[in-house]
């Protein structure tokens, strides 16, 4: 299958480049010819951080229940028709292998440049992408590489490590320094940064994640639960809406300046995808989407499964699909692929998630 695709993307651009009309044109007959991923343990289960076994802090071992298959860009993958991407070292090297997609994210990945190697940024996973363009460049051609990157699609998915490991936990001494609109302004600068380096790569699709609700995860429900009465801000959902507006301010400000950079760069698709109040409707509803366990995790330790997280699969409970939390911040598979469907389609349970368009449309849509 991916030697069928990569044969036809070649063939294609031979013919457009032996066709002076259509030198012109920047469409083609392809809508996207492979997506590369970039982002946090939304994007990987730990397999693309060579120590994450050892260095996982407080996060769970296991972040995924199974394998990266089940995480939503690995879905919306399958959606297009498109192989999966594979784990940035674990692929190859090969031109098949660069040409089919690759996945650079990793868990516990942020936004601002870590003070440990072992986990990778947003900066190191751009320069990982960009030496991957090289490569094909090399192995292509100028002009054949630059029409395959322009019919790519990048999935971005970062943010909520920052907030995890530095915002919301004092001693790492971030949330004295900064208010929180000035954390929130650092991290959309640097993600928009990054979005105007993928336009200067020559990449035109983008798909920008915002932030799920952390203040309704079994970690921050179990750390900021009030011992005397059990209650939280939001009696309904037993959210945490202090932790939560801090992730609205920030997936405000970044949808803002994705507007911003679709009006400013010339042909730029940029979408941003709202999980947030997807995720919040699940949480609110959770009978109605099929859910009987919104607070607590699946696999976990503590209360709300939320003080150790998930360090084998012996732990995990007996009927994930009743859950909408794996572990201490990951959703189960059923939730990811609610969202999903709605991403892809728009019309599903979860509608508007994904703004100005849906990411069918996104496919779909020549450059």
């Not at 336009?199 to 429900?221: A, D, E, I, Q, W």
């Not at 109605?288 to 709300?304: I, M, N, P, R, V």
């Not at 998630?353 to 069918?360: D, E, G, M, V, W």
Request: net charge negative; with cysteine; hydrophobic share 40%.
């Amino acid at each position: 299958m991916k030697m069928e695709r990569i044969a036809l993307f070649m063939a294609a651009a031979v013919v457009v480049m032996g066709t002076s009309s259509a030198m012109g044109q920047e469409s083609s007959s392809w809508n996207v010819s492979a997506m590369y991923v970039l982002g946090d343990s939304s994007v990987d289960c730990g397999l693309n951080s060579m120590f994450y076994p050892f260095v996982h802090r407080s996060h769970s071992l296991l972040p995924c229940n199974g394998s990266n298959s089940i995480l939503p860009p690995y879905l919306l993958a399958e959606k297009m028709g498109l192989p999966y991407p594979e784990s940035f070292y674990i692929q190859n090297g090969s031109t098949e292998a660069l040409l089919s997609g690759l996945n650079f994210g990793a868990a516990e990945a942020t936004i601002m440049s870590p003070n440990s190697l072992s986990h990778q940024s947003l900066n190191i996973q751009l320069r990982q992408l960009f030496e991957t363009f090289q490569l094909l460049e090399l192995q292509l051609g100028q002009e054949i590489a630059s029409r395959f990157t322009r019919s790519s699609m990048v999935y971005l998915s970062f943010g909520k490590d920052d907030y995890i490991s530095l915002f919301l936990h004092r001693f790492s001494g971030v949330m004295v320094n900064y208010s929180s609109q000035a954390f929130a302004q650092i991290l959309v600068d640097q993600m928009v940064r990054a979005m105007r380096n993928l336009y200067n790569m020559n990449v035109r699709k983008v798909v920008c994640m915002g932030l799920l609700p952390l203040g309704c995860t079994p970690s921050l429900l179990s750390e900021w639960h009030i011992p005397t009465t059990g209650r939280f801000d939001d009696v309904v959902t037993g959210c945490v809406e202090v932790i939560n507006q801090l992730v609205l301010e920030y997936n405000t400000m970044l949808e803002e300046q994705i507007v911003i950079l679709n009006q400013e760069l010339l042909d730029a698709q940029i979408v941003f995808c709202d999980v947030y109040h997807g995720l919040r409707k699940i949480i609110t509803y959770p009978n109605f989407f099929g859910f009987k366990e919104a607070k607590s995790a699946c696999c976990g330790l503590g209360l709300y499964n939320g003080v150790i997280g998930c360090l084998s699969s012996d732990m995990a409970c007996n009927n994930v699909s009743a859950h909408v939390w794996w572990d201490l911040y990951n959703p189960t598979p059923q939730v990811n692929s609610l969202l999903a469907d709605s991403m892809w389609s728009g019309e599903d349970l979860l509608s508007n998630i994904c703004r100005p368009t849906t990411l069918h449309h996104l496919f779909y849509n020549p450059v």
